[in-house]
C-alpha cells in the first residue's frame, strides 16, 4: 500500500516537474493563452523605423494595465505598413515580425538569457524597414490631396533591389485607436472602422487588384519584341483605326476613335505605344495567343499567389480568354486582367532593371535591443521578365511615352518636371457595359539613364492615367530623388 | 504514577519497550511556529505584490489562525499527548497558505473573471475555526480509536445516506457545475461527501476487521492468483454499485473513484491479497468505460483529458483545464511570486483548481513542495498504522491515509492531466467550509490513532511481596 501511495506521489512529481520545467515553451503557442499572450505587452516591444530613421511604430512606457503602449506617430499615413498591433491579433509588419518584435524569436534567444543574466531588461528587436520617409510622405500627401478623397494607392520601389520605397493606400485609419489596453473601447473602434465607409483597413497597395488597362502594353509588347527577334521599337506594325474583332460584329477603337500614327493601318511599335493605340496591341495579343501573354504576364510576376513582402500579396491575374476577340481585351489589359498597384509598380521595375525582376521585400534590417544587428535581408530575383535588349527597347517606348509630343503624359516631359522619366499610362474601363468611373492607372520609372525608383499608382475611379495617376508619381519620384541629393 | 518514583529515561531499564519516552508537543509547537512565520511571510509577500505594504488585514486573519491552532496544540497535548508532532503542523501549513491564496485571490481579478468577494477571505478563516473546532471535539469525543468499532453499521448508514442525499434533493439546491453534490442552504452550503467519507472510512475498517479472514482464506487459486468466492464478493459489489450510481446520479467522477479506492485499498490492507485490488481496480476501470460510453457527462472528460487543446475544446469544454495548465506553465520553475501571476484567468482556480494557482505563482519549487507536505501527512498517517497493534486502528489510519493521497492524487493528477479531471477538492487548500471541516477531522482521527500508537505501555506495578520479574541475561 505505501508502494503505491509512493508511486502516486513520484507520478505527481515527475508530471508538475514535466509541466513547468519542459511543456512551457510549446504551451506558450497553444490556442487561448491569455496569460503568455498578456506577457508580450509586459516586455518592451521592438520599434519600427523607416530606412532614413523615422520611426513608425514604438512601444512607450506606460502607467495602465500593461507596462507600455504601443503608439504610432504618423498613424495614418504608416498604417497599409505597420498594420496595427492590438490586445487580441496584429496585422502587417506587427503581425509578419512579430516573434522578432516581441523578442520571442529563436535568433534572439541567446541575447535574452544573457539579459536574463545581466539583470537587463528584456526588449523586442527593431525593424528597420525599406520605406523611405520622404517618398511616403509625397504618396501619402498626393494621394489624400490630389485624388479628390478617392480610393487609391502607390507603391514605389527600389528597381535594382526590390526595396519598397512607399506603400500608401489611402483611405487609411488611424493604427493608434487600437493600439488601446480597454477591450471595449478596442471594440468599439474596430467596429466602427468596419462599418466606415471606403473600407479603411484594406491595404489596397498589395490586397486589391484593378484592371491595369493599358499598362499591360509593356507585358505585350515585351512578348512580341521577345518572340520577334528581328523587330525593334521602329518597326511597323498593323494600326488600323478599326480592328475588326473575329466570331463577332464587335470592333475595337482606340480611345474617342483616334487615328493611329499617320493613319496608314501601319505605324511603327514605338509610336503606337506612346499614343497607346488599342487596335495595335489587341491585334498584336492576338497574334501572340494567349498562352504567350500569359507566360510573359507570369514572368512580370502575375499569376503567383506565393509573392510575401513579407505580408502576402493578393495575386495578380492574367486568364487565358475564352476567344480570340477577347484575347485581344486581355492584350490591352481589359477582360479579366487584374494587378495590385505594387504589381504596376513591378512592370516598370523589371524594364528598368535590364529586364531583371527583383523580389519586392519591406524589411532591410532586423537590430536587437543591444543595437548589434540579427538579419539583414538579402535582394533576390524573382525572375528575368525580358532580355536587357528587349528591356531597352522598352524602355525607349515608355520614354516616348512621357517625352514624344504626342505621347500620352507629354505633360510630364523632363522640362516640366525637373527630370526624365519613362512611363506608361492606363486608363481601365469598367463597371457593367463598361459605365463605371475609369480607373487611373500609371506606371514609370526615373531617371531614365540611370534608374532610381520604380512607381505605380492606381486611382480608382480616377478618369485618365494621365491626368490623375501620373501627377502623385511624379510627386513622389521628385520627394525621393531630392531627399537622394539628386 | 508521580514523578517522583518514575525513574528517568535514560536510566529506565525497560527503555527499548517504551516506544517514545516523551510525547514531543515541543517539537509540534516549534514546527507550529515555523509554520506560522512561512504563513506570515506569504501573507506579507501578496500584500507587498499587489499594494505594495502589509495587508491591513493581516493582523486580524493571521491572529485568529495562530490562535485557534495553539489552541488545537493545547488540546493535543492534554488530550493526546503521545501522538505524532507533525501532522498538525504540516495540516495548519497547508491550512494557512490556502487562506494566504484565498484572500490573493480576493484581491485582484481582472475584467472577464471578477476576484472572489472581498468576505472570502473571513470566510475561509471562519471555516478554519469551525474546522479547528472539530477537529479538537473528535481528540475530546473519541478517546480511544476502537469504541468506533462499535458503531461500523451505523456510521456506514450514515455515510450512503449522506452520499445519496444531494441525489435525491432537488437539483435547484444541490447541483453545483453540472454535479449534484451540494446542500445549499440560503447562502451557506455543505457538501454531504466530504463527511460521508469519513463515516464510510470508519464503517469499511470495522466491517472488514470482522469479515477479513473470511475473505482472505477463503476461495480459489486460479492463474496464481487467490479469487475469492463468490458469496464473499457481496460487499465489493455493494460499494461498486454505489460508487456507480454516484457516477450517475451525481455526475461526481472524482469522489466515486475516491470511495471506490478506499474501499479496495482496505481490503487489501485487511486481507493482504491482491487479488481484491487487481478486481477492485478492474471494476471501477469497466464501469468508469461503460459511464463514459453512456452519459454524455463521463465522457466529455475523457475527451477533454486525451484531447484539450484540438478544436473548440480549447475555448469550450478543456477551458478551464488549459487555462490551469497555462497558468502552471507561465509560473515555470520559480513560479511568478504571490500576487505576480494572473491565477484568476482560469475558472474556479480557488477550489478545484487551487493547485495551479500555487503553480503559476511559486512555480514547481513551489508544488514539489506542496506535494511533498501531503506526502508527509500521509507518510506519518502510513507510518502509525504501521506500529499501531489494534487491527481495527490500523486499518482505519491505512484507510485514511490513503483515502489522503488518493484524494491529492485525484485532483493534482486532474488539473496536471495526468489523468482525466475531476471535481474534487484539493485537501485544505481549496477554498470552502465542508472539505476543509472533514480534512480536520480525517488529521484529528490520525492524532487519536498515532497517540494511542505511540503510547508506552503501563508500566508494570511493582509492590513489595509479589514476584518480581527478572531479566536473565
Known amino acids: ?486 | 504514577m508521580s514523578s517522583i518514583t518514575a525513574p528517568a529515561p535514560a536510566l529506565d531499564p525497560d527503555g527499548p519497550l517504551i516506544p517514545a519516552s516523551r510525547g514531543r508537543r515541543r517539537t509540534e509547537l516549534i514546527m507550529l511556529v515555523f509554520g506560522f512565520a512561512l504563513i506570515a511571510f506569504a501573507f506579507a509577500n501578496v500584500g507587498y505584490t499587489l499594494k505594495g505594504k502589509l495587508p491591513s488585514a493581516m493582523v486580524e486573519y493571521l491572529g485568529a489562525f495562530v490562535v485557534i491552532t495553539v489552541l488545537a496544540h493545547v488540546a493535543v497535548r492534554r488530550l493526546a499527548p503521545w501522538a505524532d508532532p507533525l501532522l498538525l503542523p504540516l495540516a495548519a501549513l497547508l491550512n494557512g497558505l490556502g487562506v494566504v491564496m484565498t484572500y490573493r485571490l480576493a484581491q485582484q481579478g481582472n475584467l472577464l473573471s471578477a476576484p472572489l468577494s472581498s468576505s472570502a477571505t473571513g470566510i475561509q478563516v471562519i471555516y478554519t475555526v469551525i474546522g479547528v473546532g472539530c477537529f479538537m471535539a473528535v481528540l475530546f469525543l473519541v478517546r480511544e480509536p476502537r469504541v468506533l468499532q462499535r458503531y461500523t453499521y451505523t456510521l456506514g448508514a450514515v455515510g450512503l445516506a449522506l452520499l445519496a442525499l444531494p441525489a435525491l434533493l432537488p437539483a435547484s439546491i444541490s447541483e453545483v457545475a453540472g454535479a449534484k453534490i451540494q446542500i445549499r442552504l440560503g447562502s451557506f452550503t455543505v457538501q454531504p461527501e466530504e463527511f460521508a467519507k469519513l463515516a464510510l472510512a470508519v464503517s469499511f475498517a470495522g466491517y472488514l476487521v470482522a469479515k477479513r479472514d473470511v475473505l482472505a482464506l477463503a476461495g480459489r487459486r486460479v492463474l496464481g492468483i487467490d479469487l475469492p468466492r463468490a458469496r464473499d464478493l457481496g460487499p465489493i459489489l455493494l460499494i461498486w454499485a454505489a460508487s456507480l450510481l454516484l457516477l450517475v446520479f451525481e455526475s461526481d467522477i472524482g469522489t466515486s473513484a475516491l470511495f471506490m479506492g478506499l474501499f479496495v485499498a482496505m481490503l487489501y490492507i485487511a486481507t493482504s491479497r491482491t487479488s481484491w485490488l487487481l478486481l477492485g481496480f478492474a471494476m471501477f476501470v469497466a464501469g468508469a468505460f461503460v459511464a463514459s460510453r453512456l452519459f454524455g457527462h463521463v465522457g466529455e472528460r475523457f475527451d477533454i483529458w486525451l484531447h484539450p487543446f484540438s478544436g473548440s475544446n480549447p475555448s469550450n469544454n478543456a477551458y478551464q483545464l488549459v487555462q490551469g495548465l497555462y497558468g502552471m506553465a507561465s509560473g515555470g520553475l520559480l513560479g511568478k511570486g504571490l500576487g505576480g501571476g494572473q491565477p484568476y484567468i482560469t475558472p474556479l482556480v480557488q477550489s478545484d483548481l487551487v493547485f495551479t494557482a500555487f503553480g503559476e505563482e511559486l512555480g514547481l519549487a513551489g508544488l514539489m513542495a506542496i506535494l511533498l507536505i501531503y506526502g508527509l501527512i500521509v507518510q506519518r498517517g502510513l507510518r502509525t498504522a504501521m506500529s499501531v497493534k489494534d487491527p481495527f486502528s490500523k486499518l482505519l489510519a491505512g484507510g485514511l491515509s490513503f483515502m489522503l493521497a488518493l484524494q491529492v492524487f485525484v485532483i493534482v493528477g486532474g488539473v496536471t492531466r495526468l489523468i482525466p479531471l475531476t471535481g474534487i477538492t484539493t485537501p485544505f487548500l481549496s477554498q470552502g467550509g465542508s472539505s476543509l471541516v472533514a480534512s480536520w477531522m480525517l488529521i484529528a482521527l490520525l492524532i487519536r490513532i498515532s497517540d494511542t500508537a505511540r503510547r508506552p505501555p503501563p508500566r508494570p506495578i511493582q509492590e513489595e511481596g509479589l514476584t518480581q520479574v527478572v531479566t536473565i541475561q
Open chain 1, 1 to 486: 500500500m505505501s508502494i503505491a501511495v509512493l508511486v502516486m506521489f513520484v507520478l505527481l512529481l515527475i508530471n508538475v516537474n514535466y509541466l513547468q520545467g519542459f511543456a512551457p515553451a510549446s504551451l506558450a503557442t497553444k490556442p487561448n493563452n491569455a496569460r503568455a499572450f498578456e506577457a508580450q505587452f509586459q516586455y518592451q516591444r521592438g520599434s519600427i523605423v523607416t530606412s532614413d530613421g523615422v520611426t513608425i511604430a514604438e512601444s512607450t512606457p506606460s502607467s495602465d494595465v500593461y507596462k507600455f503602449q504601443r503608439k504610432y506617430p504618423h498613424g495614418a499615413e504608416y498604417a497599409p505598413v505597420t498594420g496595427y498591433d492590438t490586445l487580441y491579433s496584429e496585422t502587417g509588419i506587427e503581425y509578419y515580425e512579430n516573434s522578432v518584435l516581441n523578442g520571442s524569436d529563436s535568433s534572439l534567444t541567446v541575447r535574452n538569457f544573457i539579459d536574463l543574466l545581466t539583470g537587463k531588461p528584456r526588449k523586442g528587436a527593431n525593424v528597420t524597414l525599406t520605406i523611405n520617409s520622404k517618398a511616403q510622405n509625397a504618396a501619402w500627401n498626393a494621394l489624400a490631396a490630389d485624388s479628390g478623397g478617392k480610393p487609391g494607392a502607390v507603391v514605389a520601389l527600389n528597381p535594382q533591389t526590390g526595396a519598397i520605397l512607399a506603400m500608401v493606400s489611402f483611405p487609411s485609419y488611424d493604427p493608434n485607436a487600437l493600439a488601446t489596453h480597454n477591450s471595449k473601447q478596442l471594440i468599439a473602434a474596430d467596429n466602427a472602422l468596419l462599418r466606415q465607409a471606403g473600407n479603411p483597413l484594406l491595404n489596397r497597395a498589395i490586397n486589391f487588384t484593378w484592371p491595369p488597362g493599358s499598362t499591360f502594353k509593356i507585358v505585350t509588347g515585351s512578348a512580341y519584341l521577345s518572340r520577334n527577334p528581328a523587330s525593334t521599337p521602329q518597326t511597323n506594325v498593323n494600326s488600323p483605326t478599326q480592328l475588326k474583332l473575329p466570331q463577332t460584329t464587335h470592333v475595337l477603337t482606340n480611345n474617342n476613335g483616334e487615328v493611329c500614327g499617320n493613319g496608314s493601318g501601319q505605324a511603327p511599335l514605338l509610336t503606337a505605344f506612346a499614343q497607346s493605340c488599342d487596335t495595335t496591341f489587341g491585334s498584336l495579343g492576338m497574334t501572340l495567343t494567349a498562352p504567350t501573354l500569359n507566360n510573359f504576364a507570369g514572368l512580370f510576376g502575375m499569376n503567383s499567389k506565393t509573392l510575401r513582402i513579407p505580408m502576402p500579396v493578393t495575386q495578380s491575374n492574367y486568364v487565358i480568354p475564352p476567344s480570340q476577340a477577347l484575347t485581344a481585351f486581355s492584350a490591352i489589359g481589359q477582360f479579366s486582367d487584374t494587378v495590385t498597384p505594387l504589381q504596376e509598380a513591378m512592370f516598370a521595375a523589371s524594364i528598368a532593371n535590364g529586364g531583371k525582376l527583383m523580389t519586392p521585400y519591406l524589411v532591410k534590417q532586423v537590430t536587437a535591443s543591444d543595437l548589434s544587428t540579427v538579419d539583414t535581408h538579402q535582394p533576390t530575383q524573382l525572375s528575368q521578365a525580358v532580355s536587357p535588349a528587349v528591356a531597352t527597347y522598352l524602355g525607349q517606348m515608355m520614354l516616348a511615352v512621357v517625352q514624344d509630343s504626342d505621347g500620352t503624359a507629354n505633360a510630364y516631359n523632363t522640362a516640366a518636371v525637373g527630370f526624365t522619366m519613362a512611363g506608361k499610362t492606363g486608363t481601365a474601363q469598367n463597371g457593367v457595359n463598361n459605365t463605371g468611373l475609369n480607373d487611373a492607372v500609371f506606371t514609370c520609372y526615373a531617371p531614365y539613364d540611370n534608374p532610381q525608383i520604380a512607381v505605380g499608382v492606381i486611382i480608382a475611379g480616377g478618369g485618365y492615367g494621365a491626368t490623375a495617376a501620373a501627377p502623385i508619381a511624379v510627386q513622389v519620384i521628385k520627394a525621393y530623388l531630392a531627399s537622394l541629393g539628386k
